[in-house]
Structure formats: C-alpha cells, structure tokens
C-alpha cells in the first residue's frame, strides 16, 4: 500500500495559527528588586524607572504588568534578566512594584503582555 502525504494537514495548521511562536503573553508570581550596579543589558540600574527582569524577551521589549489581586496595570521596559526563583515570571522596580501596589507585600500574581499582542486568561 503506497501512503500519500498528508500536506492538507500541514497547510490546515498552518492556517490556523498552530505554528511555534515565543510566549506573547504569561501568568504568574512577580516579585520587585532593586539591583545595584548594571543591568544583564549594560544599562546602570534605576529603581524609580519603569523597568523588569524577563529570562528570555529581548531587551527593550515593552510589556504591559496587570495585577491580578487589584486590577493594577503598568507599562515597563525589559532591561534585565531573572527571575531566579521558581515560579516567578517577572522581577520589577521598586517604581513599577509601588504602581502596581505590592511594595509592601513583595509578590503578587500578574499578568504580562507584550505590548500589541494578545491578552491571555489567567483562570
């Protein structure tokens, strides 16, 4: 039995968006810093700015920090690499951690989103 290849089926994926992209979006714990010194990305670190720590987006990506306990939401810029706590998606500035209120607390769970993609949900 000679089996014919089943292109329809990639062309059907493709269409339907189920190709691999990097995360646009993600859920979880964040928590603030405030670095002395240099950024991963060479800038000085300046806990008044509005700025993150992201494992993996490139730096200068904007993305916009909901948190989930009170609705808060804040724009930063990607200019550092962490987290390094399991679990953790996003280390922040003070700055950004007083915006979002949770600067006394210290984590909270968010929502990120890079700037102009899609909102996911967060159950």
């Given at each position: ?19 691999t992209q990097p ?101």
């Amino acid at each position: 039995m000679i089996r014919k290849p089943r292109t329809h089926l990639l062309a059907l994926s493709l269409c339907a968006g189920l190709t691999t992209q990097p995360a646009l979006a993600e859920c979880g714990s964040a928590s603030w810093y405030e670095l002395t010194g240099r950024t991963a990305s060479g800038t000085r670190n300046n806990p008044e700015a509005l700025t993150a720590a992201h494992r993996t987006l490139p730096f200068g990506t904007r993305v916009k920090v909901e948190n989930l306990a009170n609705g808060e939401t804040v724009t930063l810029t990607i200019v550092d690499r962490g987290p390094f706590t399991r679990g953790r998606v996003l280390d922040v500035s003070r700055r950004a951690a007083r915006e979002l209120k949770f600067l006394r607390r210290g984590v909270t769970k968010v929502r990120v989103t890079v700037t102009g993609k899609a909102t996911p949900s967060c159950g």
